[in-house]
């Protein structure tokens, strides 16, 4: 089953940037492409530091070569690749077993760069079977702003900066991409991005909230004494309140001197709500 999420289908067009690493690769501070996007070349503006993405042109190199994560490493690489080395791709096949790319250039050029990855009946895994890592088509330019950067690849790239700071905001990670990749996204592309990276660390929101009938049964099974009442409603179908005590507390309170405090803070993903917590000052204090 094909898990990941790609907006690629089968004949379109991905538009991507920088000098293949099997073309002669071109260092023209300033020059344009056709659609007025700045070359960048492969280094930032602070001190000819590299770009981080510049292992991306690396990424697909030899037939035979594995891709344990199966199509959605695959595609996640292949991707990048051509961002990182300047080309556009046209997918002739974009299916979860196999996917076939060529040079976007191939009918205008006689570009006769392509690629054939498919996935093994005995791992899982992709390998590609046919590859020509050479192009002979020219104008091939790093560009800053790039099509093939989606809110998927997006996810790919700031999933550690999330993982580390859950409330890092979509403007701080363009100016990361820009900063660090030489790479420019809408702010619409970095939001979609980070959602669905933070999907990817720590599951779906609004899945999350259809688990807790099962966690209320789970609770009450293997916690015997815990108090829990869950509220989706009148017609049942809706989330709207949930309360917990677990038998540690029930039983902590009661050595506790008789009055609780309540505190409270605002939840503020995107359902909102406010979460509630009761505590108690210990008996010998």
């Not at 093939?148 to 999933?159: C, D, T």
């Not at 050595?255 to 995107?270: A, E, H, Q, S, Y």
Request: hydrophobic letters at 30%; a positive charge.
């Amino acid at each position: 089953e094909d898990t990941c999420k790609d907006s690629s289908q089968t004949g379109s067009i991905v538009d991507s940037s920088a000098a293949s690493s099997s073309c002669l690769s071109m260092d023209f501070d300033g020059i344009s492409s056709e659609f007025g996007n700045e070359y960048l070349g492969k280094y930032g503006s602070c001190g000819g530091r590299k770009y981080l993405s510049t292992d991306w042109e690396g990424y697909i190199t030899h037939e035979g070569q594995k891709f344990e994560g199966g199509v959605c490493e695959f595609r996640d690489k292949l991707a990048k690749y051509a961002i990182e080395n300047g080309f556009k791709m046209k997918y002739l096949k974009n299916e979860p077993r196999r996917v076939t790319a060529v040079c976007a250039k191939k009918e205008s050029n006689g570009c006769e760069w392509n690629v054939h990855a498919v996935k093994s009946n005995v791992n899982g895994f992709f390998y590609i079977k046919n590859l020509n890592n050479v192009h002979s088509c020219s104008g091939l330019i790093r560009e800053k702003r790039n099509k093939a950067m989606g809110s998927r690849l997006v996810s790919s790239i700031v999933k550690d900066k999330v993982r580390s700071n859950p409330l890092v905001r979509p403007i701080e990670l363009i100016t990361d991409l820009k900063e660090n990749y030489g790479l420019d996204v809408p702010y619409h592309v970095a939001w979609y991005g980070k959602e669905s990276a933070t999907k990817d660390l720590h599951g779906d929101e609004e899945l999350s909230y259809a688990h807790l009938p099962w966690y209320v049964d789970v609770l009450k099974a293997s916690n015997v004494g815990s108090h829990c009442v869950l509220d989706c409603g009148e017609d049942g179908s809706r989330f709207q309140r949930i309360f917990i005590c677990y038998k540690a507390s029930i039983d902590g309170f009661r050595w506790c001197r008789p009055m609780l405090f309540i505190d409270g803070t605002f939840v503020t993903n995107k359902y909102k709500g406010t979460l509630l917590g009761a505590t108690a000052k210990n008996g010998n204090k």
